[in-house]
């Protein structure tokens, strides 16, 4: 069936050939992907995930937040911003504290007891003797307050504060570069999600387009009106 010269046959399968070798280096990026997407979920790399075809599933509800939503979200559930934003009141803290060396501490002592006397003759038959034992007791108490206060130091209290602040100013720039990243790739996933999202549209009314386009070459060239070059053509499209 259909009309073609040798030379077109040739190049037919010249066009064939490059087909399947682009076929090819399509399957491994999609295994590259499927890996990238393991890696991201916590799995292995070489785990084997089944896909579907999103034609039989709709998008989720949530797709329809803003980036300034699921920037929100993002930043209050990652692990890591977490823990710089600990170090950094770890840091606010030690400020206080060496803040605090600059006080006069005040210490107060409180004291409470009983004092029992008890007195008698060791000898034998002592109260025959005239000797009376003797008893007594009564409490005790007492308070104190004492002030305990550096008046000069060799300004290395200044120097404790100024090396906490320091230290401080160090983790807030960490924090922040960290929220700036974590924006970034919030975004970033966030435009390539809308995009692919409309490219997905487009590609399914192209492939439909083609699909129809094959359907019309494959007949015509059952028909002997189309040459094979232009089935194969209209196959790759």
């Known amino acids: 069936l259909g009309l073609a010269t040798q030379p077109e046959f ?3 399968a010249q066009d064939q050939a490059k087909a399947a070798y682009e076929l090819q280096n399509l399957h491994g990026h999609v295994m590259e992907k499927e890996a990238d997407l393991a890696e991201s979920l916590g ?3 070489d785990m084997q995930l089944k896909t579907v075809s999103l034609e039989k599933h709709d998008l989720p509800k949530d797709s329809e937040h803003s980036a ?8 209050l559930n990652r692990p890591d911003l977490a823990a710089r934003l600990a170090d950094l009141r770890a840091k606010d803290a030690e400020i206080r504290k060496a803040e605090a060396n600059y006080w006069p501490q005040f210490s107060l002592a409180l004291q409470g007891g009983w004092k029992i006397w008890n ?3 060791a000898e034998q038959n002592s109260a025959q003797q005239g000797y009376q034992q003797v008893s007594t007791s009564q409490p005790l108490t007492g ?3 004492s002030m305990d206060w550096n008046l000069f130091e060799g300004f290395s209290g200044v120097n404790s ?3 906490a602040e320091a230290k401080r100013n160090a983790a807030q720039a960490d924090f922040d570069a960290l929220q700036l ?3 970034k790739e919030v975004w970033k996933a966030y435009a390539e999600f809308k995009t692919s999202s409309r490219k997905r549209e487009f590609a399914i009314a192209m492939l439909k387009a083609s699909e129809k386009s094959y359907e019309g070459a494959l007949k015509a060239y059952e028909n002997g009106v189309a040459t094979v070059i232009e089935l194969i053509t209209a196959e790759r499209r």
């Open 10 to 12: 040739l190049m037919a």
């Open 43 to 45: 799995f292995r790399p």
């Open 68 to 75: 300034d939503e699921i920037i929100d979200a993002a930043l």
């Open 119 to 121: 007195y008698h003759n």
């Open 143 to 145: 308070a104190g307050i």
């Open 161 to 163: 504060v100024k090396a």
């Open 181 to 183: 990243k974590i924006m």
